[in-house]
């Protein structure tokens, strides 16, 4: 298992640390472990789970310039730790903030950092819409990504908010991103982003997927309103607002 993940960030042309796999791997157990317990993932089938989890969240890293050196990373809806974890093993530059919203998650997301001795990681319990409001998380962050099942103007109001001028969002999306693309370019506007730009992301194992990361820089500072109270942004998205 070790050698199959680090076959595949070979192909995939990303420098990586000579624990990585090894660390992945002992992720992966736990992932595995816990999923037994709580609903964090679907399959957790090694063979499914290596390319559809963990090579999938590092795909992005290929992108030059999305995450500098010693960059400061917020995963926003971390879930079971993606995109946030595997990136933090493989980029120990990074700081990483992993937010979720429930506390289970929060618990398995703590051990996991606690067995791989993680410094580079802290874990947050919060809402998205509520932890944007805090002074120590608003609009701090060099990056902040997303790998959740939710419209780009949805996750433009969840993440922008964290991100400081001068900072990018990425969503990790799949072909959906066009059909959310005038709504998504409408929100990031309004909330301080500019123009969205798509970078395929290729995945060689995997050629007739058709991934892409989604992103914003962020032009000016956010509107103190938003992020809408918690719930808002998925019952009315701001790109569809007259």
């Not at 701090?140 to 939710?150: G, P």
Request: proline fraction near 8%; charge should be neutral.
């Amino acid at each position: 298992m070790k050698s199959a993940l680090s076959e595949r960030m070979e192909e995939l042309n990303i420098a990586f640390p000579s624990e990585a796999p090894g660390r992945l791997l002992v992720y992966h157990e736990l992932l595995c472990l816990w999923n037994k317990r709580m609903n964090l993932t679907g399959n957790t089938d090694f063979d499914t789970a290596l390319d559809r989890l963990y090579i999938d969240s590092l795909a992005p890293l290929t992108v030059e310039g999305l995450f500098p050196q010693g960059a400061i990373v917020i995963d926003v809806g971390s879930g079971a730790g993606f995109p946030g974890l595997p990136i933090a093993i493989v980029r120990p530059d990074l700081q990483l903030l992993l937010l979720d919203a429930l506390s289970k998650r929060i618990e398995f997301l703590s051990i996991v950092v606690e067995a791989l001795a993680l410094e580079n990681v802290v874990v947050r319990h919060s809402r998205a819409e509520d932890g944007a409001h805090d002074p120590a998380f608003r609009e701090i962050f060099d990056v902040a990504v997303a790998r959740a099942v939710a419209p780009l103007p949805v996750l433009c109001e969840l993440l922008l908010p964290f991100v400081r001028v001068g900072g990018i969002m990425a969503c990790y999306k799949g072909p959906s991103a066009m059909v959310e693309w005038k709504e998504g370019s409408r929100a990031a506007v309004a909330l301080g982003g500019g123009p969205l730009f798509s970078y395929p992301l290729n995945l060689p194992s995997q050629p007739s997927w058709r991934h892409c990361v989604v992103v914003s820089s962020k032009m000016e500072k956010t509107l103190c309103q938003f992020p809408r109270k918690a719930g808002t942004p998925y019952r009315k998205p701001l790109g569809y607002l007259s």
